[in-house]
């Protein structure tokens, strides 16, 4: 364990990530650093269980972390078993991560939506007047660990308010219940 620490501590100081857009995140079979490309900001990654995807996930928050602490970048995360992000809860590293609840991932999902609200306003703003604008505004990035676990909490807590509705509705109470999910 100490040898594959040093060779991931020895990995990150050789390829430090120049810019949030494009993150040093391994060795390809030609000895060079592969990096995961953002420059139209999504990405999704995906494999069997086992297969390193965590790795890579962790990876990718060492190497933003620099852009974090810059302000370069915001993070947020959404582990709906708890199992990979847990870690990072008590960190400085990410905005909010939501652990569990389907709720809380909206909620964390709504942050992101006010956020690049937010940003595409400021650019409206800046193209139809002459101002330019300082700063850049931060990056935001969400981490999903466990996309299908996520789904499923979210249709769980439809179909539970759907129930609610019919059981309101029986009871006299008129209510309309909208849901995508």
Do not use: C
């Amino acid at each position: 364990m100490v040898q594959i620490y040093a060779r991931l501590k020895n990995f990150f100081s050789k390829y430090p990530a120049e810019t949030p857009a494009s993150v040093p995140l391994a060795i390809d079979t030609e000895g060079s650093a592969w990096k995961l490309n953002l420059p139209d900001g999504h990405a999704m990654l995906f494999g069997r269980p086992g297969s390193g995807k965590s790795s890579v996930v962790h990876g990718l928050i060492r190497q933003l972390a620099p852009f974090v602490e810059e302000g370069r970048v915001r993070l947020y995360g959404i582990d709906p078993k708890a199992s990979e992000l847990r870690v990072y809860r008590q960190s400085s590293l990410f905005e909010d991560i939501a652990l569990d609840q389907a709720v809380d991932a909206i909620s964390v999902i709504d942050q992101v939506h006010g956020e690049l609200t937010s940003v595409l306003d400021a650019r409206t703003v800046s193209f139809e007047s002459a101002e330019d604008r300082s700063a850049p505004a931060p990056t935001a990035v969400l981490i999903i660990e466990e996309f299908a676990s996520l789904l499923l909490g979210l249709q769980k807590m439809a179909q539970t308010g759907r129930e609610a509705a019919a059981k309101n509705k029986e009871d006299g109470e008129k209510i309309t219940v909208l849901t995508g999910v």
